[in-house]
């Protein structure tokens, strides 16, 4: 059994034989009972698996919330040295918006999009990239209070990075976005915050 099917197998059974996995154990989500390792927090393997090519997208969303992914969001950009807000409302004249993480520093604000849905068509992100970038700018003056400038982001489950109205990113690929996050506030078009 390779490791994809040992994942797999935890994933839906909770507990299997360790044979050459037992290292597996040392997750925090993972635990050893009775000779078999065992899972506690299925998002959190379903969501390891995923960023580190162990499963495809497809394989792990039955296993992934809402709220594993964004959590997973917030402990990136926290990891980073940001503050993050988990589902910030904002109200302003007319309506009620949430963002789903907004990170921040005082200068930079990083507004998140999370959207774990498994197909998306490019013209269904270039349709979220808009209404989130215009979600952004409309919110701007409340959210002036954490930074200077934002740069709107939708993070997805799958596909590929794009750069649309709003920066378009699969999970797997943020780790790698957060490494040029100043030369993206310098290139990309951000909204800049009013007072």
Known sequence: MNLKDK??????????DPGPFRWLSAFDFIYESEGKICVDAKEDLALWAVLNNVLRESE??????WRAFE????????????????????????????????????????VVECKRWQRSSPSALRR???????????????????GKVALPLVITLRGKPMFLDSIVVPIRYLKDLTEHLDQL???????????
């Open 7 to 16: 994942v797999l197998l935890l994933l839906k059974e909770g507990c299997a």
């Open 60 to 65: 792990a969303a039955p296993y992934l919330s």
């Open 71 to 110: 959590s997973y969001v917030m402990k990136v950009f926290d990891s980073l040295g940001f503050e993050t807000i988990h589902s910030l409302r904002v109200r302003i004249p007319g309506r009620m918006m949430e963002f789903d993480v907004v990170a921040y520093d005082g200068k930079k604000v990083i």
């Open 128 to 146: 979220i990239a808009e209404e989130h970038r215009a979600k952004v700018f409309k919110a701007s003056e409340h959210l002036s209070k954490y």
């Open 185 to 195: 506030f310098y290139e990309f078009e951000v909204v800049k915050l009013q007072q």
